[in-house]
């Protein structure tokens, strides 16, 4: 029996809208922010599971690769054509960490804020 239910992935990043308006453009969706928590930004109505941002000063964002201290951990986003779909993360303002092997099903990015994610080929 499970002991809770995942509500949410957070990401602390310097600037919590701005991260979320990269990720609503990248999975649809709009941010949200509340009156009451200005360093809190929800990722609402996407479908998938429920993103959110929070303002971290001083975030370091994780190196890749790194065999000092590991990305702890990544999103794994299914496209349909990866080359259409980097193209257009790369505009966002995604930087390419690992892209250089185009046999393989997946491509590794980091987001603005350097947190890293794979497009995979769904």
Request: charged content about 15%; proline content about 9%; some cysteine.
């Amino acid at each position: 029996m499970a002991i809770a239910t995942l509500g949410a992935v957070v990401l602390d990043c310097p600037d919590p809208l701005a991260l979320a308006s990269f990720y609503a453009a990248l999975l649809g969706g709009e941010p949200a922010t509340g009156e009451d928590a200005p360093d809190w930004v929800d990722l609402t109505g996407h479908g998938g599971t429920p993103l959110a941002f929070q303002q971290a000063p001083g975030h370091v964002p994780p190196a890749w690769p790194s065999a000092a201290g590991g990305q702890q951990f990544h999103l794994d986003l299914t496209v349909a054509d990866l080359d259409a779909a980097e193209e257009q993360v790369l505009a966002l303002g995604a930087k390419a960490l690992d892209t250089e092997d185009r046999s393989r099903g997946w491509r590794v990015y980091a987001d603005p804020a350097g947190h890293p994610f794979c497009l995979c080929a769904g």
